[in-house]
């Protein structure tokens, strides 16, 4: 090593770019070519041109500077973005196969806010969403999220997002001439907002981490810890640390234009209430369970299935929590009416 | 003496749009650090925290890192060279042209105009620009070396032809894409294959950015402020190769438990291991450098910047090895223990090897001393603070944020369900972050004086020496 090679340019610079080459080729060059890295999960398909639009609103905005988008194959961290619903195994973390048309990808490198790489499972509210992009103070509290509001007073651009497609396909996503054609109906009259809410529902969409379908709905079982006061204080700390009040409000009263109230006369959108074990069936089921209770809801509403999280005896809890929530409620309030009256008078 | 004057001026440029760059950098880094904490300072769209990071980061890198390095290493160059540059009208030419660039670069990114690739962010229109401002650079470097007047290439310029090679290579690979507008492209690479790429560039950017270059600094400027030889040849001959050839291995421990296959990250974390014995032998030998006589730390106020400076350069790599291993990976990747790291070492070890060679550089030009050894003093104690404060924070809070994203109970259920409980915490850090990062712009900009003064005394003693009256002032 000593001696001649330091006093010549030219033979040294050779010698430099061979040891930085080596590195390159083995570590960067070779899985290029490898098959482990060019995996497909089955049925994956490319964005439709709403989410594509939201991924460019993702991408501009620079979301993945404090959002990533990959579940590591961690306990707590399948638990923590419900990867643990899955049936299949492979399903609870992200795989490679996942991403076979991300360009670029878009895993990030800080979590300053959550993993999103599921969210399309984890919150299927499309409200929920648009209403905490716009002010994500309003939803959730100590939010150290940018406000996105401006987004909604964006129109998108069929002509550009045909453009954005076209040099989508020449780097090998398979867009056809229909796709292209369809853009300008999909995209009329929808702003950078519904875009970029459509992209995070689709987030992890690609493969099945649906929690187990299939709840009995037994209306008329009743709730085994009506009368236990131990349930009520369990389900009402169940239901903070489940963060239900980040769309039901803090104390079950619903929030508008995102999640109903839970405590108040309506059911499911209709006036009357029904049993306890309809409220157990829609936190284990979700959305899913509405046609089985014969009530419509809000249409494509995002309850999500807390089955695979939650024992039975958590949810009865929780149910006894609201329960006496709405007894509350409904005992206090007449009372609390006539205070502010007195006062006034 | 002559022949080298329109040269200096030049580096001087580079040093001073460097200075400037490193200012707007470090402002926006603390206007993004009090978002973080005060939501309602981003200021959308064009002044939110998701556009801001990246101007933080490429301004300072790019604007900053690379500026000062076009200056200090055509310094190095000429005189290791003992030659003025062979293409000097060029170099200026390559000035302008870099203060233009960074100047769009910033209003690009404040428009969203991203390739969402980190320290990758700018659009393909500014990458051509770079490119080719990268060749500039080049030219002038192996053209003035092919010319040299000293046989025996010093350890300086190995890491400076190192340089130029390297970040060739890996910004050409990582900014393949297709354009889809003059202001958006997408990554040519797919999924797995684009994290794999854009981390063996994102590290090596980290390698050939802000290590071989400032190294390259290190193993000039030390022996001519201290007057002291470098302590071992040899050792210096082995640290370089086995440098420059381990790091291009390692990008991938960026992307330790992703779906990029097991094989690839195992293979970068046993190099980034590997990594741990080139840095530390430029470590002791700078170590033993000033080792053979301490006494320098009292009687020359640079060498403890370059003391420090490596202090923290060995530091950051143990440091970044043990990230690299899975089990540490697991608890502190994603939190801002990373942000704690990368500061060490563009606070701590490059910030003050670059400005310890500006104030040997900057009154060299003018052959003059610097104006004020106590400014330089209070910059060094600011910054080192600064730094340390900014450092240690932002390790606690993200150890506490790991744990909590990672406690379960017996039952194997989460214990901080809400994932609200993990940020609020980091809420005190973060205003202990702004602060140490006020401390630190404190510092800078004691140090921005104390250069701007020694050019003010520099030009009041050239305009004394050539008997001319002095111009109105421009």
């Known amino acids: 090593m000593a001696g001649r090679i330091y006093s010549k340019a030219f033979p040294f610079s050779v010698m430099a770019l061979v040891a930085v080459l080596a590195g390159t080729i083995v570590t960067m060059a070779y899985p290029l070519v490898r098959p482990e890295m060019h995996v497909k999960v089955?049925?994956?398909?490319?964005?439709?041109?709403?989410?594509?639009?939201?991924?460019?609103?993702?991408?501009r905005e620079g979301c993945v500077n404090c959002h990533t988008q990959t579940v590591r194959p961690l306990k707590s961290e399948v638990v923590r973005y419900k990867g643990n619903r899955a049936q299949e195994p492979t399903g609870r973390y992200s795989l490679a196969g996942?991403?076979?048309?991300?360009?670029?990808?878009?895993?990030?490198?800080?979590?300053?806010?959550?993993?999103?790489?599921?969210?399309?499972?984890?919150?299927?509210s499309r409200d929920w969403h648009a209403a905490h992009y716009a002010d994500p103070r309003a939803l959730v509290a100590r939010s150290n999220m940018p406000a996105y509001a401006f987004l909604a007073k964006e129109q998108l651009d069929a002509a550009e997002l045909q453009a954005h497609m076209r040099a989508l396909r020449k780097v090998g996503v398979p867009y056809t001439d229909e796709d292209l054609a369809a853009v300008p109906a999909a995209v009329a009259g929808k702003t950078a907002m519904d875009g970029l809410v459509a992209y995070t529902l689709s987030l992890g969409k690609a493969v099945n981490r649906a929690a187990p379908g299939g709840i009995d709905v037994e209306l008329d079982a009743p709730n085994p810890l009506a009368a236990s006061v131990e349930a009520v204080v369990?389900?009402?700390?169940?239901?903070?640390?489940?963060?239900?009040?980040?769309?039901?409000?803090?104390?079950?009263?619903?929030?508008?234009?995102?999640?109903?109230?839970?405590?108040?006369?309506?059911?499911?959108?209709?006036?009357?209430?029904?049993?306890?074990?309809?409220?157990?069936?829609?936190?284990?089921?979700?959305?899913?369970?509405?046609?089985?209770?014969?009530?419509?809801?809000?249409?494509?509403?995002?309850?999500?299935?807390?089955?695979?999280?939650?024992?039975?005896?958590?949810?009865?809890?929780?149910?006894?929590w609201l329960r006496n929530q709405k007894a509350h409620e409904a005992a206090e309030h007449p009372e609390h009416e006539d205070a502010e009256h007195g006062k006034k008078e | 003496m002559n022949d080298y004057r329109y040269d200096h001026q030049t580096v001087q440029g580079f040093i001073l749009s460097a200075i400037f760059w490193g200012v707007v950098g470090i402002l926006i880094g603390l206007l993004i650090s009090v978002q973080l904490w005060a939501p309602a300072a981003n200021f959308a769209p064009y002044l939110t925290y998701g556009r801001l990071r990246a101007v933080h980061t490429n301004g300072l890198a790019f604007g900053l890192g690379v500026g000062a390095i076009f200056g200090l290493s055509y310094w190095i160059v000429m005189r290791l060279c003992k030659r003025p540059l062979l293409f000097p009208r060029l170099a200026r030419v390559q000035l302008w042209l870099f203060n233009v660039g960074i100047a769009l670069a910033a209003l690009s990114l404040m428009a969203g105009q991203t390739q969402s690739l980190e320290y990758a962010e700018l659009e393909?229109?500014?990458?051509?620009?770079?490119?080719?401002?990268?060749?500039?650079?080049a030219v002038n470097v192996f053209g003035t070396i092919a010319k040299r007047n000293e046989q025996q290439m010093y350890v300086s310029l190995w890491y400076v032809i190192a340089t130029v090679i390297a970040v060739a290579v890996l910004y050409l690979v990582n900014n393949l894409s297709i354009?889809?507008?003059?202001?958006?492209?997408?990554?040519?690479?797919?999924?797995?294959?684009?994290?794999n790429v854009q981390w063996w560039y994102g590290h090596n950017a980290v390698g050939f950015v802000f290590t071989t270059p400032i190294l390259a600094m290190f193993y000039y400027f030390?022996?001519?402020?201290?007057?002291?030889?470098?302590?071992?040849?040899?050792?210096?001959?082995?640290?370089?190769?086995?440098?420059?050839?381990?790091?291009l291995w390692t990008g991938a421990h960026h992307l330790v438990y992703t779906p990029l296959p097991d094989w690839i990250q195992t293979l970068a974390i046993v190099f980034t291991l590997f990594l741990i014995a080139p840095s530390w032998g430029s470590v002791v030998n700078g170590y033993y450098t000033v080792g053979q006589d301490w006494t320098k730390m009292r009687s020359n106020y640079l060498?403890?910047?370059?003391?420090?400076?490596?202090?923290?350069?060995?530091?950051?790599?143990?440091?970044?090895?043990?990230?690299?291993?899975?089990?540490?990976?697991?608890?502190?990747?994603?939190?801002?223990?990373?942000?704690?790291?990368?500061?060490?070492?563009?606070?701590?070890?490059?910030?003050?090897v670059t400005a310890a060679s500006i104030y040997h550089v900057i009154p060299r030009i003018y052959g003059t001393e610097i104006y004020s050894e106590r400014i330089a003093n209070v910059?060094?104690?600011?910054?080192?603070?600064?730094?340390?404060?900014?450092?240690?924070?932002?390790?606690?809070?993200?150890?506490?944020q790991g744990w909590m994203w990672k406690a379960t109970d017996a039952e194997g259920r989460l214990v901080y369900r809400n994932f609200m409980e993990t940020v609020t915490g980091n809420y005190p850090y973060w205003h202990t972050r702004t602060l140490a990062g006020i401390i630190f712009t404190v510092g800078m900009l004691f140090f921005v004086t104390n250069v701007l003064m020694t050019i003010r005394k520099g030009r009041a003693l050239e305009r004394g020496a050539s008997g001319a009256p002095a111009p109105a002032a421009a």
Request: charge should be negative.
């Open chain 2, 179 to 195: 354009p889809a507008g003059w202001d958006k492209s997408y990554h040519l690479f797919a999924g797995v294959n684009s994290a």
């Open chain 1, 98 to 124: 996942e991403f076979a048309y991300d360009h670029p990808f878009l895993w990030g490198s800080k979590r300053t806010g959550p993993d999103l790489a599921f969210e399309g499972w984890i919150k299927p």
């Open chain 2, 124 to 137: 393909w229109p500014l990458d051509i620009a770079i490119v080719v401002l990268w060749v500039m650079f």
């Open chain 2, 379 to 400: 910059h060094f104690w600011l910054v080192l603070v600064g730094q340390l404060l900014f450092s240690i924070t932002m390790w606690i809070t993200g150890i506490r």
């Open chain 2, 222 to 247: 030390l022996p001519k402020a201290t007057g002291l030889p470098i302590f071992s040849h040899r050792l210096s001959i082995v640290a370089f190769w086995s440098l420059v050839f381990a790091y």
């Open chain 1, 42 to 59: 089955a049925g994956l398909a490319p964005l439709g041109p709403l989410e594509l639009a939201g991924r460019d609103v993702y991408q």
């Open chain 2, 303 to 352: 060498t403890k910047f370059f003391v420090l400076g490596i202090t923290f350069y060995g530091l950051q790599t143990v440091q970044g090895p043990t990230q690299a291993l899975r089990v540490v990976s697991q608890l502190i990747h994603y939190t801002d223990w990373v942000p704690g790291h990368v500061h060490m070492g563009t606070m701590g070890w490059v910030t003050m």
């Open chain 1, 234 to 320: 369990k389900g009402k700390a169940l239901f903070e640390t489940n963060g239900c009040g980040a769309c039901h409000g803090d104390e079950a009263h619903g929030q508008e234009g995102v999640a109903p109230s839970l405590v108040d006369g309506e059911f499911l959108g209709v006036a009357g209430d029904l049993p306890d074990a309809a409220y157990f069936a829609m936190i284990k089921g979700g959305s899913d369970v509405k046609p089985a209770l014969g009530r419509p809801g809000v249409p494509d509403g995002g309850m999500q299935a807390y089955g695979a999280d939650l024992s039975d005896e958590d949810v009865w809890s929780i149910v006894a």
